[in-house]
Nanobody, 115 residues
Framework: QVQLVESGGGLVQPGGSLRLSCAAS????????MGWYRQAPGKQRELVAA???????NYADSVKGRFTISRDNAKNTVYLQMNSLKPEDTAVYYC?????????WGQGTQVTVSS
């Protein structure tokens, strides 16, 4: 079972930046895909960005050009760099790992964009 620990959330003003981290308990080479999802109050959880084992990425239209997902294989960590943040980016952000034997979620980290 993969354990995921997220960090990096917080309160930021509109237009600001945050970087989220997701550390995996296993080598990320054994993980087929890692993604960041978010869930705002009263809304469904949605995919924000994902990165495959080969480095291929995909993004939600709402964050393209503002968010960047990346991975550090040596640290078994995936990052989400979030720039030009907007109030509508406010949500709990979750990391997800998809492996051949199942998937796992992190505990979530709160991101609040407000002046």
């Amino acid at each position: 079972q993969v354990q995921l620990v997220e960090s990096g959330g917080g309160l930021v003003q509109p237009g600001g930046s945050l970087r989220l981290s997701c550390a995996a308990s296993v080598s990320i080479f054994s993980i087929n895909r890692m993604g960041w999802y978010r869930q705002a109050p009263g809304k469904q959880r949605e995919l924000v960005a994902a990165i495959g084992s080969g480095g291929r990425t995909n993004y939600a239209d709402s964050v393209k050009g503002r968010f960047t997902i990346s991975r550090d294989n040596a640290k078994n960590t995936v990052y989400l760099q979030m720039n030009s943040l907007k109030p509508e980016d406010t949500a709990v952000y979750y990391c997800k790992a998809e492996t051949s034997w199942g998937s796992a979620w992190g505990q979530g980290t709160q991101v609040t964009v407000s002046s």
